[in-house]
């Protein structure tokens, strides 16, 4: 099946403690973007990456680090989590980076900092 | 500014009844257009698109939306809910600034009466 897979699911964790949330997907595709959604903001992009080690700075960018060493895979680091990065998180996939190019989505990480 | 806007935060509606969700944009030219589901607990599905062409849209699940350039509108419809679409529905446009970068209104949470 074709899927964007994001681990773990859920995560309650304390202040400064580094924590990788991990993104894949199955279909082959270049771009892959990370959002956060947050009550009545929707959802902001945090970074994109147009292919293998090529990334760039969203919308909300802050406070996090993304790597693309493979094209399958783009994790979210969280070097410091603070209490501000609370969050419900969304990795999406497309099969290039063009606006034409319909994004699939994971089913989301709910991220608790304390 | 550049923005996506649904003004109902919340709506509820009977089963059976019909549905019109509203959602305004402000950018030059006219965008690509989506909506897009989140079921609880789930990630988001899209429901529908608007490229170019005929300016109703036909999606999933029995939806339609209408593009209408002069009020800057892409409003979901569907003529009879079923309490299944109880859900979170989720405006949002690709800008066209070059690469699959959506930009999301902050969500219309839709509950259904029995």
């Known amino acids: 099946e074709a899927q964007v897979t994001q681990n773990p699911r859920y995560l309650i964790t304390v202040t400064g403690k580094k924590l990788t949330v991990t993104c894949s997907q199955n279909?082959?595709?270049?771009?892959m973007s990370w959002y956060r959604q947050d009550p009545g903001l929707g959802l902001r992009q945090i970074y994109y990456?147009?292919?293998?080690?090529?990334?760039d700075k969203g919308d909300v960018p802050e406070g996090y680090k993304v790597s693309r060493k493979e094209k399958r895979n783009f994790p979210l680091i969280l070097e410091s989590p603070s209490p501000n990065q609370t969050s419900l998180y969304f990795c999406?996939?497309?099969?290039?980076?063009?606006?034409?190019?319909?994004?699939?989505f994971g089913a989301g990480s709910r991220l608790t900092v304390l | 500014a550049q923005s996506v806007t649904q003004p109902d935060i919340h709506i509820t509606v009977s089963e059976g009844a019909s549905l019109e969700l509203r959602c305004n944009y402000s950018?030059?030219?006219?965008?690509?257009l989506f909506w897009y589901v989140q079921s609880p607990g789930q990630g988001l599905q899209l429901l529908l698109k608007?490229?170019?062409?005929?300016?109703l849209v036909q999606g999933i699940k029995g939806f339609e939306a209408e593009f209408k350039r002069s009020q800057s509108s892409f409003n979901l419809r569907k003529p009879s809910v079923h309490w299944s679409d109880a859900a979170e529905y989720f405006c949002?446009?690709?800008?066209?600034?070059?690469?699959?970068?959506?930009?999301f209104g902050a969500g219309t949470r839709l509950a259904v009466h029995p």
């Open positions: 608007y490229f170019s062409g005929d300016t």
């Open positions: 279909m082959n595709h270049e771009y």
């Open positions: 990456s147009m292919n293998v080690e090529v990334t």
């Open positions: 999406a996939s497309s099969l290039q980076g063009s606006g034409a190019n319909v994004l699939t």
């Open positions: 950018y030059g030219a006219t965008p690509y």
């Open positions: 949002a446009v690709n800008p066209l600034g070059g690469y699959n970068k959506l930009i």
